[in-house]
């Protein structure tokens, strides 16, 4: 079992920055695939990024070149750095692990962009 502390969260104007953590539990930190997804209200929870345990990357089209998803394996944490944030960026973000057939979400965060 993985658990999840989730940081970083927070309401931002348009335009802004905000760094979301995701410091995770266990020793295998480094053999997982990372993921940042969100949840805005009536949609389905979609991937924004996702990062493996090789460092490649992934991103949905809505926030390349604005998104950039990291990891730090000695400290079992995994990075969202979100810039030039749009209001539609609003939705609670979830940090998810792969490894194998396994797979675990954290509680989510949320971060809302508005002026």
């Known amino acids: 079992q993985v658990q999840f502390v989730e940081s970083g969260g927070g309401l931002v104007q348009p335009g802004g920055s905000l760094r979301l953590s995701c410091l995770a539990s266990g020793s295998i930190f480094s053999k997982y695939a990372m993921g940042w997804y969100r949840q805005a209200p009536g949609k389905q929870r979609e991937l924004v990024a996702a990062i493996t345990s090789g460092g490649s990357t992934n991103y949905a089209d809505s926030v390349k070149g604005r998104f950039t998803i990291s990891r730090d394996n000695a400290k079992n944490t995994v990075y969202l750095q979100m810039n030039s944030l749009k209001p539609e960026d609003t939705a609670v973000y979830y940090c998810?692990?792969?490894?194998?057939?396994?797979?675990?979400w954290g509680q989510g965060t949320q971060v809302t962009v508005s002026s």
């Open positions: 998810n692990a792969k490894f194998a057939t396994r797979e675990y």
